[in-house]
């Protein structure tokens, strides 16, 4: 596969899902991405390039509060513009964050706007937040996070199976 640079918002509307297959490749996201209702998919890395906040939404804003599930394979970094990554589930969808949030250039932040469950292991960003989650959060590998606000996790059940360090300069 080939790499992908998501330079302009991709919407799913009706039943489409969104899949970015560069497997063993790189996604470079510079707009949101999203969808009323259904699945997002990245199938290999992703560097968050600008603006500020980049929007992965499978709600379509709020209009779809079920959502879907919104998974990436590869891991996530930043690429030195200060950017968090938005990650909107709903009530139904899930998560999976299947590699290392932040592993050579952290985010600015993570922030879990809604999901059912979320999984992933190793995050290090300036800010971890999670405002609503319906199900299980499960967190697999070190939490590590840099700027004021740290880490505040809200929802129903969280499983922490490593370290949390929170540190501010």
Do not use: K, M, Y
């Not at 968050?48 to 709600?59: C, H």
């Not at 709903?90 to 979320?118: E, K, R």
């Amino acid at each position: 596969g080939g790499s992908i640079t998501v330079d302009g918002q991709i919407i799913g509307t009706g039943d489409a899902s969104i899949l970015l297959d560069g497997s063993g490749a790189t996604t470079i996201l510079n707009a949101d991405i999203v969808t009323a209702g259904t699945t997002i998919t990245i199938s290999d890395s992703v560097l968050l390039g600008s603006p500020a906040t980049i929007t992965l939404d499978t709600t379509n804003g709020g209009g779809t509060p079920a959502g879907a599930d919104i998974s990436i394979a590869g891991t996530v970094n930043d690429t030195g513009a200060a950017s968090t990554l938005a990650l909107r589930a709903g009530t139904a969808g899930n998560i999976t964050l299947s590699s290392a949030v932040g592993d050579v250039t952290p985010p600015t932040g993570l922030t879990i706007t809604s999901a059912n469950n979320v999984t992933a292991v190793a995050i290090s960003v300036g800010t971890l937040l999670q405002s609503a989650g319906s199900g299980t959060s499960t967190f697999n590998g070190a939490i590590s996070t840099t700027a004021v606000g740290g880490v505040a996790l809200t929802g129903t059940a969280f499983v922490i199976n490593s370290t949390v360090t929170t540190t501010t300069g």
